[in-house]
């Protein structure tokens, strides 16, 4: 998304900066990640009292180096920025607040992190208790902390469904502006290549437990039953300890000539790479599944398997997609199967997927409508 965000803003004659983390030494490489995984994944924690060690360890390390971090960002939030845009979903959980408090004029972005710090205040606040008796005064004072929803006043919730769980979670409603996630769109679409032996299928993710990849590849034994296919996931690093997990279920499932995992490569490249695949294979957990690499795929017109939705605003739905109800292997399976054998109502789809995409989440409209807020939320006083 940020990517996408930040060229159009600067189109808009607005002087984008993005400051990298300081160089640290992180041996359980944890820097783009840090503490936010503990939230996401907590059941994996006490799966063995073994593992609720190591992970208690490694979180601690982490509260460790996210000290580090936040008295980066204090040093950063002493320059003069017109406004500053916080997603919390690729920063430490306790950051938000720490921005929000520090400087007067902050646009949030990426609820998931944010809700999930609002949903277990009380338990960040335990580790919190935990890591301030292992660290003491090195403790940056928001660490392991939830941000403080009075502090914002301007959050950018990408549909109406995550407004309202934000507002739900405890975001003051009046805080909470729609703009929905947009994408540019290809002039052409490369037309879609026949089946071949094995069918192609694509996964294109951050590596986390709610983007799915072991929801399908629990499924792709079955999918294999009937039809010969590779997959390939091109993945981004993300929660710990879930690519192991992954590698593991690989070879548990004797899938090893079959997947591939690839490497995060440069936004261009992906775009084009979407050509060379017969299926995107898509999950998400949240009420609206949508997600940037989504739309981009539906807008260069690849097929998309994805997870049904009752919402009306969802773009994913039985005219759009092939659609699973639930995720058991057995309907992923067949979502993907059906996908596959019908090569007329497949390209139909995705065709109706991507005018879809097109006419409600056109990449122009997301830049006005960001150009707006951020000029207002400049425009606002230092002070309060």
């Not at 950051?95 to 902050?106: E, F, G, N």
């Not at 929801?215 to 997959?231: G, H, I, K, Q, Y």
């Not at 539906?298 to 009752?310: E, F, L, Q, T």
């Not at 097109?358 to 000029?375: C, P």
Request: with cysteine.
């Amino acid at each position: 998304m940020f990517a996408d965000l930040y060229d159009g803003l600067a189109a808009r004659g607005w002087a984008v900066t993005s400051p990298g983390a300081p160089e640290l030494a992180d041996e359980t490489g944890w820097l783009s990640r840090l503490i936010g995984t503990a939230v996401a994944d907590r059941r994996r924690v006490v799966r063995t009292l073994a593992r609720g060690v190591r992970r208690a360890r490694a979180e601690y390390r982490a509260a460790s180096l996210a000290s580090a971090w936040f008295r980066h960002i204090d040093l950063l939030l002493r320059e003069p920025w017109d406004v500053v845009l916080a997603s919390p979903g690729h920063l430490p959980i306790g950051a938000t607040r720490l921005i929000t408090s520090s400087h007067p004029r902050v646009v949030v972005l990426n609820m998931v992190v944010l809700q999930r710090e609002l949903g277990h205040a009380r338990w960040l606040g335990a580790l919190r208790t935990i890591a301030r008796l292992a660290y003491g005064s090195s403790l940056h004072r928001d660490v392991m902390r939830p941000v403080d929803v009075q502090a914002l006043r301007a959050v950018a919730c990408p549909s109406t469904v995550w407004r309202d769980e934000a507002v739900a979670a405890g975001v003051p409603a009046e805080a909470c502006r729609v703009i929905p996630l947009g994408v540019p769109m290809p002039d052409t679409v490369t037309p879609r290549q026949a089946l071949g032996s094995p069918a192609r299928l694509l996964w294109a993710a951050r590596l986390s437990p709610e983007k799915g990849l072991h929801l399908f590849l629990a499924a792709l034994p079955l999918v294999l039953r009937e039809r010969a296919v590779t997959l390939t996931a091109i993945a981004l690093e993300g929660a710990a300890g879930y690519r192991e997990s992954i590698t593991q279920q690989i070879a548990a499932l004797g899938l090893s000539e079959v997947v591939r995992l690839q490497p995060p490569m440069p936004r261009p490249d992906l775009l084009r790479a979407f050509d060379e695949y017969d299926l995107l294979l898509f999950h998400s957990v949240f009420g609206e599944p949508v997600a940037q690499v989504m739309l981009h795929a539906a807008a260069a017109g690849i097929p998309v398997v994805g997870p049904a939705s009752d919402r009306l605003e969802s773009v994913l739905n039985a005219d759009t997609a092939s659609c699973y109800a639930d995720t058991t292997p057995e309907r992923m399976a067949e979502a993907v199967l059906t996908a596959l054998a019908d090569d007329e109502r497949r390209g139909a789809r995705a065709a109706r997927l991507r005018d879809v995409v097109r006419d409600g989440h056109s990449f122009e409209r997301t830049i006005d409508e960001f150009d707006a807020l951020l000029t207002a939320v400049a425009a606002a006083p230092r002070s309060g």
